[in-house]
């Protein structure tokens, strides 16, 4: 079975059909959490094209002028901000979990963001 590439923005509609199937597009904690998503995911794509454009290290000027190279700083950034959209994908898992009680489309969803 081959998985399709899906665009942020088709994988944002897949969500959203999944969310309107179990009636839970509209309430608040999982509106708001779905943004908090788009967003995180928004910016893994801007740090990754940063980090494709700048490798993985970049020199840094300290004072006096003097050169060092460092660990790209989008690096940590982008780990931070997966981390926070991994958590993020749970509680919007969660959030269906609770207002909803066809357990089949909720494992759907979950499987659907999972990959």
Same mark, same amino acid.
């Given at each position: 079975?081959?998985?399709?590439?899906?665009?942020?923005?088709?994988?944002? @509609?897949?969500?959203?059909? &999944?969310?309107?199937?179990? *009636? %839970? &597009?509209?309430?608040?904690?999982?509106? !708001? !959490?779905?943004?908090?998503?788009?967003?995180?995911? /928004?910016?893994? /794509? &801007?740090?990754?094209?940063?980090?494709?454009?700048?490798?993985?290290?970049?020199?840094?000027?300290?004072?006096? *002028?003097?050169?060092?190279? %460092?660990?790209?700083?989008?690096?940590?950034?982008?780990?931070?901000?997966?981390?926070?959209?991994? *958590?993020? %994908?749970?509680?919007?898992? @969660?959030?269906?979990?609770?207002?909803?009680?066809?357990?089949? /489309? %909720?494992?759907?969803?979950?499987?659907?963001?999972?990959?």
């Amino acid at each position: 079975m081959s998985k399709e590439k899906l665009t942020l923005q088709e994988q944002a @509609n897949r969500i959203l059909e &999944q969310a309107q199937e179990k *009636g %839970v &597009q509209s309430n608040f904690f999982f509106v !708001t !959490t779905f943004k908090r998503y788009q967003v995180q995911m /928004a910016t893994l /794509a &801007q740090l990754e094209e940063a980090i494709k454009e700048h490798g993985p290290t970049v020199e840094k000027e300290y004072v006096k *002028g003097r050169q060092n190279i %460092v660990v790209n700083p989008a690096i940590t950034e982008y780990n931070k901000t997966s981390t926070a959209a991994n *958590g993020t %994908v749970s509680t919007l898992i @969660n959030i269906i979990k609770t207002l909803s009680n066809e357990p089949d /489309a %909720v494992d759907a969803l979950s499987e659907f963001l999972n990959g």
